[in-house]
């Protein structure tokens, strides 16, 4: 059933792509604002921390990257996609190079500072809701494993309008994903549902990690 997922959320995103190109709509986005406001939420997680190394589960076309490097960012960045046409985009627009990298997968190859993965949650594509969910679980563990000092994802949230809900997304309940990673990771987390979107975002810290030092993130 795992690769039946992910060959669903592969096939999904390279038409998105093929249709809009890298754009947020290519990304299954509404618009770009919605983008940047989506990756602000994440900035909260590593702002102060410039130097420190970033992996993206689910990278896209590397918009994240791009806006990390706005803010003044400086660490290094790992980009991973299902989709090779993904990452052909962010290749094309962004290159390689001893700062950033982009690769093909779900499994992180190395440990990073911090790990995000912004929508990839949410494309059900016709899974069984119950897979669905061992898929999102699985998801976020891995997050949690190949961070070394926190994680962070969104999701669309149960407490949007019903009447809008597409019955291909996955939405979840914030309040029963606020108490899983109290649960699992400590009391380090916070959870942001007031920036406007019918979604919310759960940043996680691991203990000890304010004084932690920068680790490399290899390509």
């Not at 299954?28 to 589960?57: C, N």
């Not at 499994?107 to 016709?126: E, H, K």
């Not at 939405?171 to 920036?195: I, S």
Request: some cysteine; overall charge neutral; charged content about 20%.
């Amino acid at each position: 059933m795992t690769e039946a997922i992910l060959a669903a959320v592969r096939a999904h995103y390279e038409a998105t792509l093929a249709a809009h190109g890298p754009t947020a709509q290519g990304v299954d986005w509404k618009d770009a604002a919605g983008q940047a406001l989506r990756h602000r939420q994440f900035l909260r997680l590593v702002e102060g921390d410039p130097e420190a190394s970033v992996l993206d589960l689910g990278c896209g076309y590397g918009d994240f990257l791009a806006f990390l490097r706005a803010q003044g960012h400086r660490g290094r960045y790992l980009g991973l996609d299902l989709a090779p046409a993904m990452l052909d985009a962010a290749r094309r627009l962004h290159g390689e190079g001893p700062g950033h990298a982009f690769r093909l997968g779900a499994t992180p190859p190395a440990l990073a500072d911090y790990a995000i993965a912004s929508g990839v949650l949410n494309v059900r594509r016709g899974a069984e809701v119950a897979a669905w969910a061992a898929h999102v679980e699985a998801t976020i563990e891995t997050l949690a494993r190949a961070s070394r000092r926190g994680f962070g994802f969104n999701m669309l949230s149960l407490h949007s309008d019903p009447a809008r809900r597409r019955a291909d997304l996955h939405y979840a309940d914030p309040v029963a994903m606020l108490a899983a990673m109290l649960a699992r990771h400590g009391r380090h987390v916070a959870l942001l549902q007031d920036y406007g979107l019918w979604e919310f975002t759960l940043l996680v810290r691991h203990a000890g990690s304010h004084t932690a030092s920068p680790t490399p993130l290899a390509p």
